[in-house]
C-alpha cells in the first residue's frame, strides 16, 4: 500500500498546521477550509475507507470521536455546534484514500449533498 498524503504528514514528509498528535492519531487544519473551523482528524493506522474498518478498530474510531467533541469544547464552538464528517469512496466524496474526520464549526452550516 502507498503511503497516503495523511500518512506521509505523519511521517513529516510534507508540511501541515498540526493541531493535535498523539500515539493513535493526528490532527490538522485542513488546507481549503470549508468554514472557519475545519480539521481533519485521522488514525495514524492507514485505513483506506470505512468500509475496511473492522472491530479491531473500535477503538480508534471511538478515540477519534472523543476527540473532535474535546477539541470542540476546547475552541468553544461545543454550545453554538459543529459538524463532524466521515466521506466514504466516490460517491461520499472522499479524495484521501486513508479515513478521516472533519470538524467544520465557526459558521452556520447548510445541509448540504
Ligand atoms: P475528503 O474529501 O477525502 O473527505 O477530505 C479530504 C480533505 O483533505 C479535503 O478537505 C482536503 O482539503 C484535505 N487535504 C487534502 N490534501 C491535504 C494536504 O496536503 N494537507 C491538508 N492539511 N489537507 C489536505
Known amino acids: 500500500m502507498h503511503d497516503s498524503i ?3 504528514i505523519i511521517k513529516r514528509e510534507i508540511p501541515a498546521e498540526i493541531v493535535f498528535e498523539d500515539a493513535d492519531l493526528m490532527v490538522i487544519k485542513d488546507i ?3 468554514a472557519p473551523i475545519h480539521l481533519l482528524i485521522f488514525p495514524k493506522k492507514q485505513i483506506t475507507t ?5 472491530i479491531e478498530d ?3 474510531i471511538s478515540k477519534i470521536i472523543l ?3 474535546k477539541i470542540a469544547k476546547e475552541l468553544k464552538v461545543d454550545e453554538k455546534g459543529y ?3 466521515m466521506n466514504c469512496n466516490s ?3 472522499q479524495t484521501v484514500p486513508h479515513i ?3 470538524l467544520l464549526a465557526g459558521r452556520k452550516l447548510k445541509l448540504e449533498a
Not at 50 to 54: G, S, V
Open 32 to 34: 481549503n477550509p470549508l
Open 58 to 60: 473500535s477503538n480508534i
Open 83 to 85: 459538524r463532524l464528517i
Open 91 to 93: 460517491d461520499g466524496g
Open 67 to 69: 476527540t473532535a467533541t
Open 100 to 102: 478521516h474526520c472533519h
Open 6 to 8: 495523511f500518512t506521509k
Open 50 to 54: 470505512l468500509n475496511d474498518l473492522t
